[in-house]
């Protein structure tokens, strides 16, 4: 029995194989093609593969330009001693602090005015400003 069901299942991927759906080539209308190459004849298919595979290398460069400028203008601080002042590179010990754009400060270079912050402090007051004062309507006014 199991030998008659091997045989079936290879009849049936057989069968399969043969009932694979070809058609006629869109680009040149003279050979057919399968679905395994888009339904484009071989030569047809080679010549686009070819064009696709030209045009995705111009594609990559031109996305890397972008991501190097960007790169380039996004300067990064990074503190090499930690337990050093980031501006005079006096030893803090205990007391160094640290600003939000995570570099550390002795007390006269803890404000952002002192050691040219990165963080943009004023932008952050507005966005909690805006979170914390709803927007007034004069209908509720009216009614109190």
């Known amino acids: 029995m199991q030998n008659n069901q091997q045989a079936a299942t290879e009849e049936q ?3 399969q194989e043969v009932k694979q759906e070809t058609k006629q080539c869109p680009l040149c209308q003279t050979f057919f093609g399968s679905a395994k190459t888009n339904f484009y004849c071989s030569q047809c298919y080679k010549t686009i593969s ?4 030209e045009q995705q290398p111009q594609q990559q460069q031109q996305q890397q330009i972008p991501e190097d400028k960007a790169q380039s203008n996004q300067q990064v601080n990074v503190q090499q001693d930690p337990s050093k002042c980031y501006v005079c590179k006096r030893k803090l010990g205990i007391s160094g602090i640290q ?4 570099i550390v400060f002795c007390n006269k270079h803890r404000l952002p005015e002192d050691h040219n912050c990165t963080y943009d402090h004023a932008e952050k007051a507005r966005q909690l400003l805006i979170k914390n004062n709803p927007l007034v309507d004069h209908k509720k006014l009216e009614e109190l």
């Open 99 to 102: 600003c939000k754009c995570k």
């Open 13 to 15: 991927s057989k069968n």
């Open 50 to 53: 070819q064009k696709t595979n």
